[in-house]
């Protein structure tokens, strides 16, 4: 067996970042908070190569985070690649019957961290602390809102998301309180 190697950070350029550090401070922080959620069920929003959002109500059991060999920044979001993916095993639920559960659309797979919008403890989440993770770039383009607006509408709390916004997010952050979502 190998030992595995750190995985090196890509050199973003100016005119790949715009001048934000990539992927942001807080992103390694969320990759050991999502570590410490092996095993359990999470629900995911995900966006496609070509910018389509998808927010499922399939629960998935995460099964590891693993480094990304490849990650590139890029201006676009949904062309980025962090340098961790989510290891997921889909979960059959109840309403899901046998026959649709074998035809193998939902049996898990990996995906890289800069792909996934948003990873909850439940399907549309309704309290702060049901967010595990949320990439604020994604979901800004999804709601064709700007970040800022995002967290002043309480759309997702400040303390899960791994993108900057201008230098906002801190004090917004700050002015949640306690990982609170931000006062409209």
């Given at each position: 067996?190998?030992?595995?190697t750190?995985?090196?950070?890509?050199?973003?350029?100016?005119?790949s970042?715009?001048?934000?550090?990539?992927?942001?401070?807080?992103?390694?922080?969320?990759?050991?908070?999502?570590?410490?959620?092996?095993?359990?069920?999470v629900?995911?929003?995900?966006v496609?190569?070509?910018?389509?959002?998808?927010?499922e109500?399939?629960?998935?059991r995460?099964?590891?985070?693993?480094?990304?060999p490849?990650?590139?920044?890029h201006?676009?979001?949904?062309?980025?690649?962090?340098?961790?993916?989510?290891?997921?095993?889909?979960?059959?639920?109840?309403?899901?019957?046998?026959l649709?559960?074998?035809?193998?659309?939902?049996?898990?797979?990996?995906?890289?961290?800069?792909?996934?919008g948003?990873v909850?403890?439940?399907?549309?989440?309704?309290?702060?602390?049901?967010y595990?993770?949320a990439?604020?770039?994604l979901?800004?383009?999804?709601y064709?809102?700007?970040a800022?607006?995002?967290?002043?509408?309480?759309?997702?709390?400040?303390?899960?998301?791994?993108?900057?916004?201008?230098?906002?997010?801190?004090?917004l952050?700050?002015a949640q309180?306690?990982?609170?979502?931000a006062?409209?």
């Open positions: 067996m190998s030992i595995p750190p995985t090196p950070q890509p050199q973003a350029d100016a005119s970042s715009q001048g934000q550090v990539w992927p942001s401070p807080r992103y390694h922080q969320l990759v050991e908070d999502l570590r410490r959620c092996i095993g359990r069920e629900y995911l929003s995900i496609s190569f070509n910018g389509a959002f998808r927010k109500g399939q629960p998935y995460l099964l590891d985070v693993i480094p990304f490849k990650p590139r920044a201006p676009h979001p949904p062309k980025r690649a962090y340098p961790h993916m989510l290891v997921l095993e889909s979960v059959q639920t109840p309403e899901q019957d046998d649709h559960w074998h035809s193998g659309l939902l049996h898990g797979g990996a995906i890289n961290l800069a792909h996934v948003s909850t403890t439940r399907p549309y989440p309704r309290q702060p602390e049901e595990l993770y990439n604020l770039d979901l800004s383009a999804y064709a809102c700007p800022r607006q995002l967290l002043e509408r309480r759309v997702v709390p400040a303390r899960i998301c791994v993108e900057s916004t201008g230098g906002d997010l801190g004090r952050s700050a309180g306690q990982g609170g979502m006062e409209a």
